[in-house]
């Protein structure tokens, strides 16, 4: 059964969504699931922005079967080549040979690197080419590094909707419910569109910043993702978000603890510090156990906070491995501007806080506070002061 959704009077939603996948690209967990999106206007001529994901061919084909109700699609515009959107474009040619693909020129290398045969129907465009479909008159934009270097987004001229690719998605499936007014997306789905931002696109903050800048100009009415809802209300909001995201400024003046503990003692440090913070009034903080929280939310919470304490045992003479590895992450996200603190534990040979300090220095705008603490085996009554120190310093940094 087919299963659509329309957007405006001549363009309707044809993609899909998959629950049963448990990690996108292979390394971030969806227990929400995801959307594919991809849409079909019916023009003079019909149009196609995008394909999905291999996992919902057969109902994509059913949807633009449904709606094209016996006429032949005509045109496929692919906004963003990486396979999640790509995947289907045989399909498309095989159910429809006549059918032209406007891409970019990176996006067609990228399909021949797949191994499509597109020969005879591609429609080569550049930075602010624009093409007329009917009534519709869509405006190409690039978008290199949003998320791929072959990325455009398209904008129809006629009624300002905003083919976005990979920009304002997120994870989550659509229960039904398309557009952002038709959910509680502060409730139900900002923790997970951070994390996908931060997570997908996070590393090439710059390059949104620069596509933010080049749609400023047009008259956005509602933004069309790849994934996750399609907005057409209160756009001002998500797109401060990103703003925010891609300038690695944080969303709110907030603390979270990282720990990383083997026997419970660095964890009993990290609770008696959250404690400490909450009784100087500071209520506004998290605590995350590295070993049992994804590090992909370790890095959606880094960007939404200001603050961040790093607590970790030495382990074989270094970084616990699951800290080490956030850190990397942070790192290859180019995650940048946070004031940090750090904590360190060790049995015979305590060297962490030292480590998470060089690695730290080795990064962007990362302001590393000096009142390190440093524990031998588990806190006691003569570390408190240095506890109360760190607090303090903390909490002098946010009112700053
Ligand atoms: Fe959803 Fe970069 O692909």
């Not at 227990?31 to 079909?40: A, E, F, I, M």
């Not at 904008?155 to 557009?179: C, E, I, Q």
């Not at 890095?299 to 080490?324: C, D, K, Q, W």
Request: glycine share 6%; charged share 25%; with cysteine.
């Amino acid at each position: 059964m087919f299963c659509v959704r329309k957007v405006t009077e001549d363009l309707y939603w044809v993609g899909g969504n998959d629950r049963r996948l448990a990690l996108f690209e292979n390394i971030h967990p969806i227990p929400r699931g995801v959307s594919y999106n991809s849409y079909l206007l019916l023009d003079k001529k019909t149009v196609l922005f995008d394909t999905v994901d291999w996992s919902i061919s057969r109902q994509f084909l059913e949807n633009i079967e449904a709606v094209l109700k016996g006429r032949k699609l005509d045109y496929l515009v692919i906004n963003h080549m990486e396979p999640d959107h790509g995947a289907s474009i045989e399909e498309i040619i095989l159910r429809y040979p006549n059918v032209k693909i406007v891409s970019t020129e990176k996006s067609f290398l990228l399909m021949r690197q797949f191994g499509f045969d597109i020969d005879g129907r591609e429609e080569e465009v550049k930075d602010g080419d624009t093409k007329s479909f009917g009534k519709h008159e869509i405006k190409f934009i690039t978008a290199p590094m949003v998320h791929w270097p072959e990325v455009m987004v398209s904008f129809d001229t006629k009624n300002g909707v905003l083919f976005s690719a990979d920009a304002f998605g997120s994870f989550g499936a659509l229960d039904g419910k398309l557009f952002n007014d038709e959910v509680n997306f502060e409730r139900d789905w900002i923790d997970d569109a951070r994390r996908y931002y931060t997570n997908i696109v996070g590393k090439y903050g710059p390059h949104v910043q620069s596509l933010l800048k080049k749609v400023s100009t047009l008259d956005i009415k509602m933004i069309c993702p790849l994934h996750g809802p399609v907005w057409r209300t209160n756009l001002g909001y998500f797109i401060d978000k990103h703003d925010k995201w891609s300038k690695y400024e944080p969303e709110e003046k907030a603390v979270m603890i990282v720990y990383a503990s083997m026997y419970g003692n660095t964890e009993s440090a990290a609770n008696a510090l959250a404690t400490k913070f909450v009784e100087k009034g500071i209520t506004n903080i998290v605590m995350y156990d590295v070993s049992n929280t994804h590090v992909s939310t370790l890095i959606a919470e880094t960007f939404r906070v200001s603050h961040i304490v790093l607590a970790s045992v030495t382990y074989n003479l270094g970084i616990y491995p699951l800290m080490h590895n956030y850190l990397m992450d942070m790192k290859a996200l180019n995650l940048q501007n946070r004031t940090i603190a750090l904590i360190e534990n060790g049995s015979w040979a305590t060297k962490s806080g030292k480590l998470m300090g060089e690695f730290l220095d080795g990064m962007k705008g990362m302001n590393i506070l000096d009142d390190k603490m440093s524990l031998v085996s588990s806190m006691k009554e003569d570390n408190v002061v240095d506890m109360d120190a760190l607090v303090e310093g903390v909490i002098e940094s946010m009112n700053k």
